[in-house]
């Protein structure tokens, strides 16, 4: 059965074209700094906002219109794979992700869950084999059910911590049998409410606990994905553990998970940590640790994760350029944790959604690229730091100064000359890289 009967291939055409169902900028072969696009890119179309996403919001019901609704939970969620790889094909991106809840009902017990996505992922296992198209990464939905009421991994009762240490053991199974390249860890609800009754060090040993196991069990079946941990900084927890990639590389650091943990990181919750996304992924990068991005955006006019598709140029540059400094973004890849607006409820909708995405996506490569050639922002700040390329700057760098020494140098040099930024100018020559 064909679910999109109105939606054929999604086929590169060209900025003149006027095709809704055609992209203007994507041209998945186009060689960019010597890789195609999508070697560049590496699409992801994220199966719970895709699939599960019903268009309701805190104020009103759901609105989307869906045809793959069945008598049953599992019938229901049959019908999606049929779907969801309907979609991934016409548009041709070559990777998904999911949680363990999108892809199977939950049912009864723990036991019946798992039985259900045993024969899910069968499914999906083959239509991964008959299309060619891969998983990036999966993770273990530890935040939804009741039972995550004070987190899972840092909830204060044991059983809540042994329920969630089997989702992420099936998740692991689950990542092993579909050859998935990333496992992903998100809090949820990992944080606290307040501190008048929280441990905050007892909780976060715990969610070390469990990171260790998972590593470990990893080796033990022999599958090795790269794992993430996601920051969010709030919503739904008042604090959550993981604020923002500054927060979740100390906890790294502090817990020696260097080797085993990078970051997955989202333009949202950048938003709302109140930091910028290249600032983000810069900040990861420093560590060595950028591992995958979830591409979307927020609205800074409203203070929840709105998930909106990412269409902002300058955004999507600045953080390809940072991808581009950082030698490419694989295993990982570019995840459109995005979800059609609540008037957007037609089943074509969730085309014209990841085309407007992938083509920002494309502009922002480009526009990159055409940066990293110009050694744009290279000569900027080299520039800006000339200072400590010679003189007393060089000495101090090779660590040739200290304090007393610097201070003979200052006395006989207080008449200090600095130089104005011209920011302004440099803001407007990089509008000229976008449009």
């Not at 999109?4 to 992209?23: H, L, M, R, T």
């Not at 949680?99 to 039985?115: C, K, M, T, W």
């Not at 100064?401 to 407007?428: G, M, P, Q, R």
């Amino acid at each position: 059965m064909a679910y999109f009967e109105n939606v054929g291939k999604i086929n590169y055409e060209g900025v003149k074209s006027d095709n809704p169902f055609a992209f203007r900028h994507y041209n998945a072969e186009e060689i960019v700094l010597g890789k195609t696009m999508k070697e560049h890119l590496r699409f992801a179309v994220a199966y719970w906002h895709t699939m599960t996403q019903d268009g309701s919001d805190p104020f009103g019901k759901a609105t989307n219109i869906r045809n793959w609704w069945g008598e049953t939970p599992m019938e229901t969620a049959k019908n999606r794979v049929e779907a969801f790889f309907e979609i991934l094909e016409k548009l041709g991106v070559e990777y998904f992700c999911f949680h363990d809840i999108d892809i199977a009902p939950e049912g009864d017990s723990l036991e019946e869950f798992f039985q259900n996505i045993d024969e899910i992922t069968d499914l999906i296992k083959e239509k991964m084999d008959e299309t060619g198209i891969k998983l990036l990464w999966n993770t273990a939905n530890m935040f939804s059910h009741p039972r995550f009421v004070n987190g899972a991994a840092s909830s204060n009762n044991a059983d809540v911590f042994a329920y969630s240490a089997a989702q992420v053991k099936k998740g692991l199974d689950v990542s092993k049998k579909l050859g998935g390249e990333n496992y992903v860890f998100w809090g949820g609800r990992e944080g606290y409410e307040s501190l008048l009754n929280t441990d905050m060090a007892f909780e976060q040993d715990n969610i070390a606990r469990l990171f260790k196991m998972a590593i470990a069990y990893g080796e033990k079946i022999g599958h090795k994905p790269q794992f993430l941990i996601e920051p969010k900084p709030k919503e739904p927890s008042t604090h959550q553990y993981d604020f923002d990639a500054a927060t979740s590389m100390a906890f790294i650091q502090k817990y020696g998970l260097e080797g085993d943990f990078k970051l997955n990181l989202e333009a949202n919750h950048a938003t709302l940590a109140g930091h910028t996304f290249e600032h983000e992924l810069n900040v990861a990068r420093s560590y060595d640790a950028l591992g995958s991005i979830d591409a979307n955006q927020g609205d800074p006019l409203l203070g929840w994760d709105t998930d909106e598709f990412p269409t902002n140029v300058l955004d999507t540059t600045l953080a390809m350029y940072e991808i581009l400094e950082n030698g490419g973004i694989a295993p990982g890849g570019i995840n459109f944790d995005s979800k059609v607006r609540r008037s957007s409820f037609e089943m074509d909708d969730l085309f014209l959604a990841h085309i407007a995405g992938m083509d920002t996506y494309a502009r922002g490569l480009k526009a990159a690229a055409a940066l990293k050639e110009d050694r744009f922002f290279d000569e900027l700040k080299e520039k800006r730091y000339a200072s400590y390329q010679e003189g007393i700057g060089a000495k101090i760098v090779a660590g040739e100064e200290d304090l007393e020494s610097l201070t003979a140098y200052a006395l006989e040099n207080d008449d200090i000359t600095l130089e104005s930024s011209h920011l302004e100018f440099v803001k407007s020559r990089l509008n000229d890289y976008l449009f």
